[in-house]
C-alpha cells in the first residue's frame, strides 16, 4: 500500500513539474531537454557499464571481493531504467547516479549494509586455483618477498571428490 502510495506521489510531481517546465519552455523545448538528456544518459550509460564491468571483472580476477562493484553496476542499470521513464525527475535522478563519487559512494554503503545484514562478508576469502584467481605460490609473480601477502590474500583448500553411490551392476 506504501508503495502504491510513494507512485502516485512521485506521478503527481513528475507530471506537475512537467507541465511547469512545459509552460516555461514550450512544448518542443521540453520534448527537446527529453530527448538531449536520453542521448546524455544513453552515452553515459555505456560509458560507465563499461568501466563498472571492467572493475568487477578485475575484483573477480583478483580474487577479492567485489560487493561495490556489483551494486555500482546495480546503480548504473537502474540509472539506465530511470532514464527510460519519461520526465524530468527520473532523468535528474539517474544522471545524478551516473557521477562516478556518487554512485561509489551509495555502492560502499550498501555493500557495508549487506556485509552487516549477513548477505555479504568481507575478509579471507577462498580463491579456487585455475578458475582465474591468482596462483597463492606465484610468489615471483606477485613481487612477493619475506613479510608480503600476494594481492588475493585468499586460503588454498585442498581436497578431492568422494563418491559414496554404493556399485551396481
Not at 555502492?107 to 591468482?134: L, N, Y
Not at 597463492?136 to 613479510?147: C, E, K, Q, S, T
Request: hydrophobic share 55%.
Amino acid at each position: 500500500m506504501r508503495i502504491l502510495l510513494a507512485l502516485a506521489v512521485y506521478l503527481a510531481v513528475e507530471i506537475t513539474v512537467l507541465v511547469l517546465v512545459g509552460q516555461a519552455v514550450g512544448f518542443w523545448g521540453l520534448l527537446g531537454v527529453l530527448l538531449l538528456s536520453a542521448v546524455v544518459g544513453a552515452w553515459a550509460i555505456k560509458r560507465e557499464g563499461r568501466r563498472s564491468m571492467t572493475e568487477l571483472v578485475e575484483a573477480a580476477r583478483r580474487g577479492r571481493p567485489a560487493e561495490a562493484e556489483v551494486a555500482d553496476g546495480m546503480y548504473v542499470a537502474l540509472a539506465g531504467v530511470l532514464l527510460v521513464v519519461p520526465g524530468l525527475l527520473s532523468t535528474l535522478a539517474a544522471l545524478v547516479l551516473l557521477v562516478p563519487p556518487v554512485r561509489r559512494a551509495l555502492a560502499r554503503r550498501a555493500a557495508d549494509r549487506a556485509v552487516r545484514a549477513g548477505s555479504a562478508r568481507r575478509g579471507p576469502v577462498v580463491t579456487v586455483v585455475g578458475a582465474g584467481g591468482p596462483a597463492p605460490w606465484d610468489a615471483a609473480r606477485w613481487n612477493a618477498g619475506p613479510g608480503r601477502v600476494p594481492p588475493s590474500r585468499g586460503m588454498v583448500i585442498e581436497g578431492g571428490t568422494v563418491d559414496e553411490r554404493p556399485d551396481t551392476p
